[in-house]
Structure formats: structure tokens, C-alpha cells
């Protein structure tokens, strides 16, 4: 038996602290009884009565409460101890569990004792009525009434403390088992670890398989390391997943399409979709047949990446198995279709799954509407919305808040306010949330329509409800963006009054706002306010300041504060770096802005397409040449794709120097990759043909470039050839144009 001294500690460890409800429940385990007239001629009746109507398949649990209070409450009548005992064991197998614990505190009030089935059930009442704590409190009433506690009653409260968040308290509590007595099993050390991967504890949990396999010498099974797995993928940890089937393997345990799914389901999470499909492929090869969820999470996986090629050959080839698809695979294939543009097609498979006979749920309904809304289609999205209702389901607030969304995208604004009062003032609908209403108030400032967007706040902040930071950090965006720098002051002074915690974004919104509209004082001043006080400033911040600063000429400045990040204030992005090398470049300083290349690098941080484009646009200028190629090597092999800004620099540069083949041979790279040729790099290359010698044969060399498919001005090369015909005819070219 576990020691009583044990148990009185953990019980100590875990009582919660004293509350009437705790009173309640301890004051029942002991009771007074009295006397009357019986309402059953004999107790053997009563036990009868009771237990039939708690007979299957139609049981009457709530009749059979009532009569037991009855009989003993107005009678004083007690049915028999295996009745009262029967009962709460039944009501707790039929998870009626708050039934089963006011029998069991009724027949603690009349004395009769429980039965360690009664004990047990009532622990697993306590579990799922989340009252771990005093689920473990029933252990004690076990060994005081001389009863054995077994590995299922310590795997039941394991299972609550775990379900309740409490898993760190579930490990102390196995730990103080006497593993003489009681000893864990599978049961207990997965759930353990269930509960720890749900906490993202995965490497504590793989502690704990070790450490338990040490002490109570028994093996994981293949449930063990689906759960592992799972845990490992969700933390992106899949080659340590991977190698967990390799482990099972080798410990002789066979994978079944439970682990394998778990393994597909983590590998499509993460975007591994392909590799997900090899693992399919294997189970096939082994004969272990997929199920539903195995093709499920793979059909979601290409349909996230916009492979709906590869979707539809496994559809089919799920079909061809006959394993039919459930509500699972049609919502990710709906959510497929959708977001790749294809609402239409999306409305046709929901359709055929209406017609399969599978009842999709809210979350289906809303992905389809949101699908819909986004391609503009709001007369078929309002037809769903018609079908949900008809088909008994109630639209949440995500459903209108994406209807109100895709009525202000589509520019019906007056509807979409229709709508948002309809959710206030109708008892019909749902009540709006703070999404709802940010949404509307940031359709309406995207139209311009200011006014309007303005009055529904202030109706809403009058009414103290739905008042978020982010509905004023969108409308005072919006009014700095207008120019209106008075009304964006007047929030700002009144979402402190509302004591609302200005967050990361506000502080961002207003300072960028300020910076864009030129007026850097009041920028600078709410920087440096906003620091004094203590508030998080992002790099964000910082860029928007040094770059209107940079734009202005203060450059000092601008570089005060990059040092002040550089000194632990806010680590600098790519932003940063690329803002102060473009400035400092722009004041003549090379040697300075190759440091700043240098160290930039050094910190971790790798150019990007705007900080090549920038140094070598600045080395160019200068006919620096030989340094603006080797930028330009180091862009490409950087897997970088240079601009057009890019290419017309490195042509000026090299027209300067007379680099005839250097033109020529950045011409023909640039046709190798199909660069498409606007009006300033067509203005460009002629201007550098025209300072090519004329012994030259400018047909022969210069490449074919393709002709730009979208709108705007370009050129192929043989247009090109002809303008340069007629400015410069002496050099005589072929005319096979």
C-alpha cells in the first residue's frame, strides 16, 4: 500500500487554498441520519425502483437523483449500500458526473460507507469537473476506509492534472508513489508526456521517457513515440522526429499509420509537404493502408503551398483506395482553392461535399466566405451566408467580421455599417468584437470616408464598449496621414485618458506618420518622449526617424541615434544598415560606408537587394567600376536578383569609363536572364551604343532581349536596332530587320 505519511504530503502539497467550496465537500464525508416512515414498503423495493431507471438503452438518471433525495430528504429512507454505492458508479460511467457527486455527498450524509468502485469513480468525477486537487483528497479517503490504490486510479489523476495544466504537479505526484505498492505504467508515462508536449515541454518529456524507463523498467510503445513525434515536429525539430521511427525500428516495434500520420501531419505543418509525400509513398510500399487524416493533412499541405495539381492526384488517389474524404480534407481543399484565387471552383467542391452529405461546420462556412469576399464576389458569399442559416448553423463573429470585411474591400461601405449596427442592435445576430470594429474603421479611413469612421468611434467610446488601442492607432494613422495633425493629437491625449496602453504598433504609426508628413520636430519630440517613459521603441521607430532625418540632411543625427542602437538601444535590421550606407555614401564617405558593409556583416545581417543596389549605384557614379563589379558578383552569387536600377547604373558607369565590353557583355547577361527593357533602360543602352567605336559591328554583338508581356513601355531588340539605324546611319548595319 502507498504509505499513508506519503500520501499526507502530497495531499498537503496539493490542497488548494481553504473556500466554501472545499467546505462543502469535506463537510459531506461525515452525516447524520434520521428516521420516518418509509415510502417504499421495504428497502429491497426502493433498490429496485432506483436501479431500474438506470436501466439502458433509456435511462432516467435525473429521476433516479430526485427519488434518491426524495426518500431520504422527506422519509428519511436509505435504499441499501450496494444501491447508493451502484449509483454513483453508474452516473460516473455515464458522465454525469455532477449527478454522481451529490449522490455520493447524499449517502455520505446518511452514513453509508463507499465502496472503492464509489472512491474510484469519484476521483475520475473530480478529474473531469476539473478539481484535480481534490481528486487527489479522494486517495486519502481510499486509505483511511482500508482500501489499495491501483495504477488505474493514480492514471486517472494524472490524466486531470494534466488536463488542467498542472503536469509539473502530476511528475512531483508519480514521484511520491511508493513504486513498491503501485507502479506506473505505459498508461501513466504517456500521459505524462502528453501533457508536457501540450505545455511545448518536448525535451523534459524525452527526460522523463529516460528517467522512467530507468526506474520502472518497462518499454515506450508506439503510442509513446507518436506522441514524441508530434511534439518534436510542432517545435520544428523533425529530423530528431525522423529519427524517432528510426529508433522505433530498431527497437523492433512496427510503425502503424497512427505514427505515420503524426509524422506526415507535423512534417505539412511546417511546410515539408514533399517530404510528408515520401513517407506516404513508404507506408504504401509496406503495406500499411493511409487513412482519411493521413490524405487530410497532405491535401492541406499542397493546398497551403498552391500545388492543387498535386492536390487533385491525391484526392483521386484516395478515392481510388475508397477511403472517402470527410469534412477535414474538403475544408482544406475549400481553403486551397480559395486562396489561390479559385472561389468558383471552391463553391463547386463545397457543393459536392453538400451533396456527399457532409455537414460542414463554421469553420468551413467561414473559410468558403472568406474566399469569396476576397475575389469580390459578395452576392455569392451572402447566398452561403443564406444556406448556413437554413442549415441550422448560427454565424459567429468570424463569419460577419469577414463579411464586413469584404463589403469594405469591395467599397460598400454604407452596407457594411448597416451590417455592424445590425450586430449591435439585433438581438438576431452576434455581438461584434474589437476586430469588427477595427475592421470598419479601417475600411472606412482606406476610403477616405474620415468623418464617418470618426463618429462610429465616438459613439463607441461613449458607450465604453469595443474600445481598443488598435482601433485608435488605425484612426490616427489615418488622420496624420490626412494632414490633420490636430484631430491625431486629440486621440492620442484621449486613449491616455481612457488609460488604454499605447503598444509597439501606436508608437510606430505615430512616429512614422510624422516622419512622412515632414514634420520631424514633433517626430523627434515623441521619440524621445516615448523613450524617457520607458516604452519599447523598435527598430521600426528608429528607421523612420533616421531616414526623414537622412532625407532633411542631418545626417549627425541620423547617425547618433544608428550608434545608439549599435550600443544596445534596439538591435539594427537590414533597414537600419542599408539607410545610414546610402546617406553616408551620399556625403562622399566610401571608406566609412564599406565599414558599415563590413560590419553589418559581422552582426549577422546579409545585404539585401536595396543595399547592393544603393553601393553600387554610388560606386558607379563615382566611376569607381571595378568595386561596383565586384558588388555585383557578390549580388548574384548571393541569390539576389539585380533591378533594372541596378543594370542601367552599371551601364552608365561602364559608358563613362569607355568599357565597351563590359556594355556588351552586361548586355548579354542581361538577355540571358530576360530582362525587360522600360523607357529609362532603353534610353540607357542607346545612349551607350552611340558611344561605341564605329568599327564595331553593334548587329553582331548586341543580344535579342524579349518582349515585355505587361503593360507599359518596352522594346525588343530588333525596334531597338532600328531606332539606332536612324540617329546614327554611318555605321551602316544590315537591314534583315
Known amino acids: 500500500m502507498i504509505i499513508r505519511k506519503q500520501i499526507s504530503n502530497i495531499w498537503v502539497t496539493f490542497q488548494s487554498p481553504f473556500n466554501p467550496q472545499n467546505l462543502f465537500f469535506i463537510k459531506h464525508f461525515s452525516a447524520i441520519t434520521q428516521t420516518r416512515s418509509p415510502l417504499f414498503s421495504d428497502t429491497q423495493k426502493l433498490d429496485t425502483h432506483l436501479r ?31 444501491t447508493c454505492n451502484f449509483l454513483v458508479v453508474t452516473l460516473a460511467k455515464s458522465k454525469e458526473y455532477n449527478l454522481s457527486l451529490r449522490v455520493y455527498c447524499k449517502m455520505r450524509k446518511a452514513q453509508v460507507l463507499p465502496r472503492f468502485l464509489s472512491l474510484a469513480a469519484l476521483i475520475e468525477c473530480f478529474v473531469y469537473v476539473h478539481k484535480p486537487k481534490l481528486a487527489i483528497g479522494v486517495l486519502g479517503l481510499m486509505l483511511k476506509n482500508g482500501y489499495k490504490v491501483n495504477v488505474y486510479v493514480v492514471n486517472v489523476i494524472l490524466k486531470g492534472l494534466c488536463e488542467n495544466g498542472m503536469v509539473v504537479n502530476a511528475i512531483k505526484f508519480v514521484w511520491g508513489l511508493d513504486m513498491k505498492e503501485v507502479t506506473p505504467d505505459i498508461v501513466s508515462l504517456n500521459t505524462l508526456m502528453r501533457g508536457l508536449c501540450r505545455d511545448k515541454k518536448v525535451q523534459e518529456a524525452l527526460d522523463l521517457r529516460f528517467s522512467m524507463e530507468k526506474v520502472v523498467n518497462f518499454a515506450p510503445n508506439s503510442y509513446t513515440y507518436g506522441i514524441l513525434m508530434e511534439g518534436l515536429c510542432s517545435e520544428g525539430r523533425l529530423d530528431d522526429a525522423i529519427g524517432l521511427l528510426e529508433e522505433m525500428r530498431v527497437k523492433g516495434l512496427k510503425e502503424d ?28 510500399e509496406k503495406g500499411i493502408s493511409p487513412s482519411v487524416v493521413t490524405y487530410s493533412c497532405l491535401i492541406n499541405g499542397f493546398c497551403k503551398q498552391g500545388k492543387l495539381k498535386e492536390t487533385t492526384m491525391l484526392y483521386d488517389d484516395m478515392l481510388d483506395r475508397g477511403i472517402q474524404p ?79 470585411k469584404g463589403l469594405c474591400k469591395s467599397g460598400k461601405l454604407d452596407d457594411a455599417v448597416t451590417l455592424f449596427d445590425s450586430m449591435l442592435g439585433d438581438e438576431t445576430y452576434v455581438q461584434p468584437d474589437v476586430i469588427t470594429m477595427n475592421v470598419l474603421i479601417r475600411g472606412l479611413c482606406q476610403e477616405g470616408s474620415l468623418d464617418k469612421a470618426g463618429e462610429i468611434h465616438n459613439k ?43 503598444d509597439s504598433i501606436s508608437h510606430s504609426t505615430i512616429i512614422d506618420g510624422f516622419c512622412k508628413l515632414c514634420a520631424l520636430n514633433i517626430a523627434k519630440g515623441l521619440f524621445l518622449r516615448f523613450r524617457k517613459k520607458g516604452y519599447h521603441l523598435t527598430a521600426f521607430d528608429y528607421n523612420s526617424l533616421m531616414d526623414a532625418l537622412c532625407k532633411e540632411g542631418s545626417l549627425e543625427q541620423a547617425r547618433r541615434l544608428f550608434q545608439e542602437m549599435l550600443d544596445g538601444n534596439c538591435e539594427p535590421d537590414v533597414i537600419s544598415y542599408n539607410i545610414i550606407i546610402d546617406s553616408t555614401l551620399e556625403a ?92 529609362g533602360l532603353t534610353s540607357t543602352i542607346l545612349q551607350c551604343l552611340c558611344n561605341i567605336s564605329e568599327d564595331l559591328n553593334v548587329e553582331e554583338l548586341l543580344p535579342n532581349f524579349s518582349q515585355k508581356k505587361s503593360e507599359g513601355f ?15 546611319p554611318k555605321l551602316q548595319l544590315d537591314s534583315a530587320l
Not at 267 to 279: D, H, P, Q, T
Not at 714 to 728: A, N, T, Y
Request: net charge neutral; glycine share 6%.
Open 52 to 82: 431500474s431507471l438506470c436501466e439502458k438503452p433509456n435511462p432516467k438518471y435525473n429521476n433516479a437523483v430526485s427519488l434518491f433525495n426524495h426518500v431520504i430528504d422527506d422519509f428519511r429512507q436509505t435504499p441499501s449500500e450496494s
Open 257 to 284: 499509420v497512427v505514427v505515420y500520420s503524426t509524422l506526415i501531419n507535423g512534417l505539412c505543418n511546417k511546410g515539408y509537404v514533399s517530404r510528408g509525400k515520401e513517407f506516404l509513398n513508404e507506408m504504401l
Open 326 to 404: 470527410d469534412i477535414v480534407t474538403f475544408t482544406g481543399m475549400i481553403g486551397g482553392l480559395g486562396n489561390n484565387g479559385m472561389a468558383k471552383k471552391a463553391i463547386e467542391l463545397f457543393n459536392l461535399m453538400i451533396r456527399r452529405r457532409e455537414e460542414p461546420g463554421n469553420i468551413t462556412y467561414n473559410i468558403l466566405l472568406s474566399a469569396l469576399c476576397k475575389e469580390g464576389l459578395l452576392a455569392d458569399a451572402f447566398d452561403i451566408l443564406r444556406l448556413m442559416i437554413e442549415k441550422g448553423k448560427t454565424p459567429d463573429v468570424i463569419t460577419y467580421n469577414t463579411l464586413v
Open 460 to 502: 463607441m467610446v461613449e458607450n465604453k464598449s469595443l474600445v481598443d488601442i488598435g482601433t485608435f492607432t488605425v484612426l490616427i494613422g489615418a488622420y496624420i496621414k490626412a494632414g490633420n495633425i490636430v484631430k491625431a493629437f486629440e486621440l492620442w491625449k484621449q486613449l491616455n485618458q481612457l488609460n488604454l496602453i499605447p
Open 588 to 679: 562622399g564617405n566610401l571608406q566609412s560606408a564599406k565599414e558599415l558593409l563590413i560590419d553589418m556583416s559581422q552582426r549577422g545581417l546579409s545585404p539585401d537587394v536595396f543595399t547592393f543596389s544603393i553601393l553600387i549605384n554610388r560606386f558607379s557614379k563615382l566611376g569607381q567600376m571595378e568595386e561596383a563589379k565586384k558588388l555585383f558578383v557578390r549580388m548574384n552569387a548571393s541569390d539576389l536578383t539585380p533591378d533594372i536600377t541596378v543594370y542601367d547604373c552599371l551601364l552608365k558607369g561602364f559608358s563613362l569609363n569607355g568599357e565597351t565590353e563590359e556594355i556588351i557583355d552586361l548586355l548579354r547577361k542581361m538577355a540571358a536572364k530576360g530582362i525587360e527593357l522600360d523607357l
Open 714 to 728: 518596352s522594346i525588343p531588340c530588333s525596334e531597338l536596332l532600328m531606332k539606332l539605324q536612324k540617329s546614327l
